[in-house]
């Protein structure tokens, strides 16, 4: 089994990723993404802003968001550790920690930790640069999850190589979806 | 904002030249996602904090980007090697010009 | 009664039955020894948040209560602690006994209400409004100097009055939904709503954070968001019906400790 990521969103097969990493909407990788664009653009883009649902990240929009930080190179699962609880009686609001193992030496150290999620209105968490002057990599934060999902932390070693950690969290009540009363 | 942002460091006073001690930053920022609505359903423009780098006399020991995702208030611990005496400072940067400063002295036997 | 009539009876009678069941197995109020704060279902890293100081968000706005505390404010160029001095040896305590009487405004006031007497007699300064960033992070300063120290009532016959219609609102069904804090505050505590465990409802950690608002907030922005839940129109801010209702609530949370800043979902 390749332990890469392509494991992780299955059925996209690597070509159809590297084709438009840039594209915000997970539309354009579909198949039938050029006849969309097409009529979206045809019909003008400002008359339909207002019937559109509020973006939403996807397993794909992950994918790309990941694939804009790795490039071509593989991730494997192994080395980085993601903690979060199970379960979150508020996503406004969860504890989050990520540490990789790793001696931080100047030969051997992690170089950066990213973090994604995959149903929050857009992908990205938090990117971290480190380097051998951490001593160790571990940060801690808080986030906002919208919706029980999976969250995934991606760090690069010095060497050029990436590695993954994949949780899912479930979610009592979510974040970002509900307005202020 | 007129005011300025309330922010609270917490960087051990003493530290054994070598140590990896832990430093915690937690700053007042409503972190606005820009995907809220208010009572008249109009879009509530993203107001966040998008970054938040830590020099250790002048050499950057941490670089963080931050996205909506990062709760209000944002708060975030990392580690660092005591190497010598001096001081550890932090500014966050974000959107609308915003910009906040702290730092601490640190002494490094 | 044969098979079928029998089995057409059981559905409804069933039902009334689980009915009178809940109905009937009102606790009334909580006897003291059952009392219990709501952080004590919070999980783990909410409980770990509220008891870090350098990562609970309610000390931010206690850091800014110190700087208010010592600025000179108002026509008469005095500040908070021209007259009280360093709150932590003249303040200790004080925020666990409000609110009080005050024979000026011959009704009780709450700790926001006070302050901001303080201010309009003693410093000749405007009051600051309701849930600003002012008035939370003064009453977050205070309420920290009661911080474990035991929810203390005064023992002031002139509160009885309106401890009594604090104790009738807490008792009044409200709103569409027709029901009263008593009903799931007193009646059923412990259970889960919407994923949550109903809380006994003591106001001992005010001003809090709650991570649904990402802010701090007062008792009565808290008492305002129920009252909407249960669809009815809330009083306005600084509200008699607010003050009498926190009256009876820290009468009920005597002798339970003071938490603020306390973390709450």
Redesign the interface.
């Known amino acids: 089994m390749a332990d890469s990521i392509n494991t992780i969103i299955p059925g996209r097969s690597r070509s159809e990723r590297t084709r438009n990493p840039d594209t915000a909407s997970g539309s354009a990788l579909d198949s039938g993404g050029a006849t969309r664009r097409a009529f979206l653009a045809a019909a003008g883009g400002a008359s339909l802003a207002l019937v559109v649902r509020p973006a939403q990240a996807t397993p794909e929009t992950m994918a790309a968001a990941i694939r804009q930080v790795v490039g071509e190179a593989s991730v494997k699962p192994g080395k980085i550790k993601l903690d979060l609880p199970p379960l979150v009686e508020n996503g406004n609001t969860v504890a989050m920690s990520v540490s990789v193992q790793s001696p931080m030496t100047a030969k051997d150290h992690v170089k950066a930790i990213h973090v994604f999620t995959e149903k929050n209105p857009q992908p990205n968490v938090i990117s971290v640069k480190l380097g051998p002057r951490a001593g160790k990599a571990e940060i801690s934060t808080r986030i906002r999850l919208a919706d029980t999902q999976n969250i995934v932390a991606v760090c690069e070693m010095s060497d050029g190589s990436f590695w993954s950690d994949k949780i899912e969290v479930i979610i009592t009540l979510g974040a970002c979806l509900e307005d202020l009363i | 904002m007129t ?1 300025p942002a ?3 460091i ?1 960087v051990p006073k003493n530290a054994k030249r070598g140590e ?2 832990a430093i ?1 930053s ?3 920022h ?2 606005e ?1 820009g ?5 008249m359903g109009r879009g509530i423009p993203r107001d966040i904090i998008t970054s938040l780098v830590c020099t ?1 006399n002048g ?1 950057e ?21 005591a ?1 010598e005496s001096g001081t550890i400072s932090f500014k966050w940067t974000g959107d609308n010009g915003f910009v906040a400063e702290a730092s601490a002295k640190i002494t490094v036997a | 009664m044969s098979g079928p009539a029998l089995r057409r009876w059981l559905v409804p009678a069933a039902a009334l039955s689980c009915f009178a069941a809940i109905v009937l197995s009102v606790r009334a109020e909580i006897r003291l020894g059952e009392r219990r704060s709501a952080y004590e279902d919070m999980s783990r890293d909410n409980k770990a948040m509220q008891d870090d100081d350098t990562a609970n968000p309610g000390m931010l706005a206690v850091l800014d209560g110190e700087a208010l505390w010592r600025a000179k404010a108002g026509g008469a160029g005095k500040s908070c602690a021209d007259c009280h001095g360093d709150p932590e040896e003249k303040m200790k305590g004080v925020a666990a006994r409000y609110p009080a009487f005050d024979a000026a405004a011959g009704r009780p006031l709450n700790l926001e209400q006070r302050i901001n007497v303080c201010r309009e007699r003693q410093l000749n300064a405007s009051p600051f409004s309701y849930e600003s960033r002012e008035l939370l992070a003064l009453t977050a300063y205070l309420g920290l100097q009661s911080r474990g120290e035991p929810v203390a009532p005064p023992e002031d016959p002139r509160l009885t009055p309106y401890r009594e219609k604090g104790r009738e609102l807490y008792n009044q069904r409200i709103g569409q939904l027709n029901l009263a804090c008593v009903h799931c505050h007193d009646d059923n505590w412990g259970k889960s709503l919407a994923g949550n465990k109903i809380p006994q409802a003591h106001p001992t950690g005010y001003p809090i954070y709650r991570l649904e608002w990402q802010s701090l907030g007062s008792l009565q922005r808290r008492l305002r968001n129920c009252m909407i839940g249960m669809r009815a129109e809330p009083y306005t801010y600084g509200a008699a019906e607010y003050v009498d209702m926190e009256l009876y609530l820290m009468w009920r949370a005597r002798g339970m400790k003071v938490e603020t800043p306390a973390v709450r979902p």
């Open positions: 005011t309330r922010t609270l917490n990896v001690i915690k937690l700053i007042s409503l972190m996602t995907f809220r609505h208010d009572n250790y050499e020991i941490f670089n963080a980007t931050l996205h909506p995702a990062i709760a209000a208030n944002p708060f975030i611990t990392f580690h660092t090697v190497t």
